[in-house]
DNA sequence: CGAATTTGACCAGCGC
DNA sequence: GCGCTGGTCAAATTCG
């Protein structure tokens, strides 16, 4: 088995935390300085050994078993930890010791012992392997002993068996319960919506069981816009079955690319039919659409490119079609800003964007760089792209629109992120059969522990969210919280890899701040962790889009860091190295080293047509 | 020479 | 009404 293989995350959600100590020194041909141990008693003397405590895998266990004299056997494992010391001192006298014992439960990854891994845990001393071995025994002893130490093995061999179809039963049980709660909570949540949409707004009037320190408050317009301005119920259940539906689908697909806005978008040319897409993308600024173009561009010009919101044409929709430009100018107005550390001008996350402008904004020495995406013409989005004033390092980039063409892989992990954070920022009261983040279950379920992590700002004239890459120690290494991850296997005996991974990653991005920009967006974390409650509920209900958000920041970060792999690498064994110790523990902080083409130049202060003063930064969410 | 960037100017929203 | 600020345009400039 070559270095690193070993059950894939696939195949054994469980068995991935155990990747990093499995991997070394499994055979005797990946330790070659090492001396070989597959005598009687090798496990119990590879546990003494000063070598670090690895975790024998080897898939091809089956086979061995099978076949145990075969020439496969010459790859005996050595260097094992013995997972089952404690028992197999019991049942053989000649093995384990104290020291064995306890060098085996102070290993890290002790409670992942307990899971059936499927390992072969055989040493299969042969009659082949023992022939390798002149120990000074006779032949006679020697086979009896080889005997007697195959019987224990086999029999072990079978409990383990045993346990890992018990261990298997337990996974479908709990994936039973966990779509049948999940069923359940989406149904609860439609009948709350149906029932009385108001009440699952986000919030009222920003304040959440009487807490209102300055970071928790949340403009209910920017959650749930449609329940102020229309009562129109039925549009509002066409636009969420809709959603819903396609949401279904994208999540069939895979796709993660379709937003709310994107949603609307089709939704509103879905309804009206001869308005074009630019209704829906380039709606005005003004929600009451007083607001007219400068006519300094034809109406076919205006229709071919991203027009400013100024320059829509207008038209005179019926009346639900303008609560749903309304709708969808929210959509549109949402924001995600992505907080990196980068030496870079700007992050690479696989886009073509072309420079349109760059100011001085108020409160940062830096200039604020412009971007539209040129991939398509007529593309929406645009970005913003500024060093944070406190820190230079940290360069803020802030994503608005969605696109409107395909994207390369290389530009869908950040424009998943992105849309996905501000789906999850302007879902609202929607509710799906597939979990999209009720805003009001995010905020009730996790307000009392928010995170500079991910941030809600409210101040700005647009919704924004921030992703925070920079608090972490190193947010590519997600901080898989292994405590709870242990707690995760030892209280529901076991769990899924996407939902621990989305747990550990929920942990991480926490999407359940809602601060006021300006107020606590740049204080390192004082915030705590989430509630464990809230933890597992989020966990239980399977929110889908919650995971695909975290996921997608996950992947937004792989793209960002080609030295993810290293990171993660680094992660796994800082984790293991630190046993049941919490998740504030230091770490390096985590580049976003990218790569770009740009020349943008961010420190040249230019066009400025502002005043300086040194003050918090409004930058949107900032 | 075409594409991309720079940069001064313009406009709208908002607060006072 | 005025000034400040964010956002954008487009001519000028630079780059490949």
Known sequence: MAKGSGLSVDSDPIGFFCHQPMVLNSFPEDNPGREPKWKLGAMDAALTSSAPPTIPFNLNWSRR???????????????????????????NKASSTDTDRKDSRDCPVALEFNVNTGLNLLTTN???????????LSPNVEDKRAK????????EFKRMKTENQRLKEMIDQVSTNYNTL????????????????????????????GKNNGSLIVPRQFMDLRLATNGDANNENSLSTLMEG????????????????????????????????????????????????????????ASQEWSPPNKVPRFNPPKDVLHDQTEAATMRKARVSVRARSEAPMITDGCQWRKYGQKMAKGNPCPRAYYRCTMANGCPVRKQVQRCAEDQTILVTTYEGNHSHPLPPNAMAMASTTSSAAQMLLSGPMSSADGIMNSNFLTRTLLPCSSNMATISASAPFPTITLDLTQSPNPLQFQIPFPNLAQSISNAQTTSLPQIFGQALHNQSRFSGLQMSGQDMDRPSQLGHLQPHALALMNQLGQQNSLSDTLSAATAAIAADPNFTSALVAAIT?????????????????????????????TSPSNSNGNNNISNSSFQGN
Request: cysteine-free; aromatic content about 4%; hydrophobic content about 25%.
């Open 65 to 91: 078993q099978d076949s145990p004299s075969s020439s496969d056997n010459k790859r005996t494992v050595i260097d094992e930890v013995d997972f089952f010391a404690e028992k197999q001192g019991r049942d």
């Open 574 to 602: 800082s984790i293991i190295g630190a046993s049941s110790q919490t998740n504030n523990n230091s770490n390096n902080n985590a580049n976003l080293t990218s790569t770009t083409s740009s020349n943008a130049n961010l």
């Open 126 to 136: 042969t009659s082949s392997d023992q022939s390798m071995v002149d120990d000074g």
């Open 182 to 209: 999940r069923m359940h909570f989406v149904t609860l949540m439609k009948a709350q919506t149906s029932k009385n949409p108001e009440e699952s707004g986000i919030l009222v009037d920003g304040k959440v069981d």
């Open 148 to 155: 007697s130490e195959l019987a224990v093995l086999q029999t």
């Open 246 to 301: 396609r949401s279904r689908e994208w999540n069939r697909s895979g796709s993660p690319g379709k937003t709310a806005e994107v949603m609307a978008s089709e939704f509103i040319m879905s309804k009206s039919g001869n308005l074009n897409e630019e209704l829906a993308f380039h709606q005005d600024k003004k929600e009451d659409g007083s607001k007219i173009g400068r006519g300094d561009r034809s109406p076919d010009q």
